[in-house]
């Protein structure tokens, strides 16, 4: 029977799920044990009946907040991983290095900002991230599924699809390699489309079965190519064949998540006046550069790097002087939406820099994650609401209660669904329903960039 005196135990869930872990370092070989991968992830139970549980990142910044230093310095961690890889084959450049990473694709929506970070600690690399949102304009060059997903298809959509085909290694970039399936797969369809030598795979987690990694291997053996993988942690991790009844039974113990009043969507807790107070919503114009992206949807080259570099500060103080009460102290959400990460890291930093107050980072996520406000689970409340670029599914953002912050900066982009443009930028009716029980919200828009034509400069 699960009670508080089980919960204390911080392994708990670990231990009623029956999941065994061993951990083996990190990829390359660096040392590591279980504390490291405490460090960096919690667990939770799914919404997913392919898929039990989840290993919540505590340094990603998607379904918990992270302070973006935190974020930002994972990834350098795991570039610097990369870069002390053996040269490509074929790589005729002096000696070894980031120049033999000239293109990265990050996989959506979880890992669009920690593939934009490792990018940026590989100079020279182009990125582009695999994409869910279909763009009027825009047609996908190449079409991936993950059949354990919530949300089996993504597409690449480059503005130039000879990136693709830049020689020299590739490297694919997710925040955790549980049966590597979807790498397996990317990496069949990239070397259909265009077949080179090297490829690599970085994951903050690697947590594959012996059966997985030799799958791995066997993939490299068949199509004749070098496949390495880095990460900052390796573990085994073991999952018994009931592990799905055993999640439904931890389910049931602790009963539903309780609603949270007021909010229509909320699978959260209330605050003490039972969810009705309604904080202050106001917009803020941000002196936004006309040239830079919202992001590598379409790709992102060395020089919209250096953009976005120069124009943080001044969006900063932008958003600093929108905010209800800038004089105030406090703590401070920025909170990014879905695919849209990287910007919402990038100004959380900003912010941290210019304000010294305690800024964190956080996304929306399609991901349904099981809420439950007991110690030792990494997901405590659930807000619920339907999408902001796509009203008929729904959406979420984990661990926002009330008087948790004292303002959330919201960002979003101006808005395309699969049905065309939004003349009046996304539907955040339902969203900013949520979000304003919690705190003030100050609402950021940042123009969606859609290449005019193939070969745009962006994506050079």
């Known amino acids: 029977m699960l009670g508080q005196d089980r919960t204390r135990d911080p392994d708990w869930l670990w231990e009623e799920l029956g999941l065994g872990i061993e951990v083996r370092g990190g990829e390359p070989a660096a040392p590591a044990d279980a504390a490291e991968l405490r460090r960096l992830v919690g667990l939770a139970l799914r919404r997913n009946p392919l898929r039990a549980h989840l290993l919540v990142s505590r340094v990603l910044g998607k379904h918990l907040p992270v302070p973006p230093a935190t974020a930002l310095d994972a990834a350098a961690r795991l570039a610097e991983r990369v870069r002390a890889l053996p040269a490509p084959a074929r790589w005729a450049g002096p000696g070894p290095g980031a120049a033999e990473v000239p293109l990265v694709i990050g996989y959506c929506e979880t890992a669009t900002a920690l593939g934009h970070a490792v990018a940026d600690g590989l100079p020279n690399s182009h990125y582009l991230h695999t994409t869910r949102r279909r763009v009027p304009g825009s047609t996908p060059v190449l079409e991936f599924v993950e059949s354990h997903s919530h949300a089996t298809h993504h597409w690449l959509?480059?503005?130039?699809?000879?990136?693709?085909?830049?020689?020299g290694r590739l490297l694919l970039v997710d925040d955790e390699l549980s049966t590597g399936r979807t790498a397996m797969g990317t990496i069949r369809i990239l070397h259909a489309f265009a077949p080179r030598t090297d490829y690599a795979v970085a994951a903050l987690v690697d947590a594959r079965p012996p059966s997985a990694r030799a799958a791995f291997d066997a993939l490299a053996a068949e199509l004749g190519i070098r496949l390495d993988v880095v990460s900052l942690v390796a573990a085994t991790?073991?999952?018994?064949?009931?592990?799905?009844?055993?999640?439904?039974?931890?389910?049931?113990?602790?009963?539903?998540?309780?609603?949270?009043?007021?909010?229509?969507?909320?699978?959260?807790?209330?605050?003490?006046?039972?969810?009705?107070?309604?904080?202050?919503?106001?917009?803020?114009?941000?002196?936004?550069?006309?040239?830079?992206?919202?992001?590598?949807?379409?790709?992102?080259?060395?020089?919209?790097?250096?953009?976005?570099?120069?124009?943080?500060?001044?969006?900063?103080?932008?958003?600093?002087?929108?905010?209800?009460?800038?004089?105030?102290?406090?703590?401070?959400?920025?909170?990014?939406?879905?695919?849209?990460?990287?910007?919402?890291?990038?100004?959380?930093?900003?912010?941290?820099?210019?304000?010294?107050?305690?800024?964190?980072?956080?996304?929306?996520?399609?991901s349904p994650v099981h809420p439950l406000d007991v110690d030792g689970y990494a997901i405590r409340a659930a807000l619920t609401f339907p999408a902001p670029d796509g009203p008929e599914r729904v959406s979420h953002?984990?661990?926002?209660?009330?008087?948790?912050?004292?303002?959330?900066?919201?960002?979003?982009?101006?808005?395309?669904?699969?049905?065309?443009?939004?003349?009046?930028?996304?539907?955040?009716?339902?969203?900013?329903?949520?979000?304003?029980?919690?705190?003030?919200?100050?609402?950021?828009t940042i123009p969606c960039h859609v290449p005019a034509a193939r070969g745009a400069e962006d994506a050079r």
């Not at 000879?162 to 020689?167: M, Y």
Request: proline letters at 9%; a negative charge; aromatic letters at 4%.
């Open 397 to 444: 953002v984990y661990n926002v209660t009330p008087g948790r912050y004292d303002d959330i900066v919201l960002v979003v982009d101006s808005g395309m669904d699969d049905r065309g443009p939004v003349p009046d930028g996304p539907d955040l009716d339902g969203l900013l329903t949520e979000l304003r029980r919690c705190a003030d919200v100050t609402v950021v």
């Open 157 to 167: 959509m480059p503005a130039d699809p000879g990136v693709l085909e830049t020689p």
């Open 237 to 366: 991790v073991t999952v018994p064949a009931d592990v799905t009844a055993r999640a439904s039974r931890i389910r049931a113990a602790f009963g539903a998540p309780t609603p949270a009043e007021g909010g229509g969507g909320g699978d959260g807790v209330a605050d003490d006046d039972g969810g009705r107070a309604e904080h202050r919503v106001t917009r803020v114009a941000v002196s936004w550069p006309a040239a830079l992206p919202d992001g590598a949807r379409h790709g992102w080259s060395p020089a919209a790097r250096e953009r976005l570099t120069d124009a943080v500060p001044a969006v900063a103080k932008d958003v600093l002087a929108g905010l209800p009460d800038p004089a105030r102290g406090g703590d401070i959400l920025v909170l990014g939406t879905e695919e849209l990460m990287y910007v919402p890291m990038r100004l959380a930093d900003g912010l941290a820099e210019l304000t010294g107050r305690r800024v964190v980072y956080q996304s929306t996520t399609r």
